[in-house]
Nanobody, 119 residues
Framework: QVQLVESGGGLVQPGGSLRLSCTTS????????MGWFRQAPGNQRELVAT???????NYADSVKGRFTISRDNAKNTVYLQMNMLKPEDTAVYYC?????????????WGQGTQVTVSP
């Protein structure tokens, strides 16, 4: 079992920045992939960025060059730095922990944090 606690959402103007944090209840080294997803009203949840335990990153095309996923191993925390925010980035952002076992694949989710980009 993995608990994920997110923080850092809020209201920001277009062009502004926010940093989201996600702290895990177990060593981040034991988690294969950490990621951020988002869900806007009326839309399906979509991938924003992922980071493997080997350090490989992946980003949605819509956020490339603006968002950066990173981690602090000592704090068991993953961050999402969001710059040059746009109104279309408005959504609930969810932290994800993806763990691949010998015969199982498990996904754990945080409670979500609201990001609103508006003048």
């Amino acid at each position: 079992q993995v608990q994920l606690v997110e923080s850092g959402g809020g209201l920001v103007q277009p062009g502004g920045s926010l940093r989201l944090s996600c702290t895990t209840s177990r060593s981040i080294f034991s988690i294969d992939n950490m990621g951020w997803f988002r869900q806007a009203p009326g839309n399906q949840r979509e991938l924003v960025a992922t980071l493997t335990n080997l350090g490989t990153t992946n980003y949605a095309d819509s956020v490339k060059g603006r968002f950066t996923i990173s981690r602090d191993n000592a704090k068991n925390t993953v961050y999402l730095q969001m710059n040059m925010l746009k109104p279309e980035d408005t959504a609930v952002y969810y932290c994800n922990a993806h763990i691949v076992g010998i015969a199982t694949v498990r996904d754990y989710w945080g409670q979500g944090t609201q990001v609103t980009v508006s003048p």
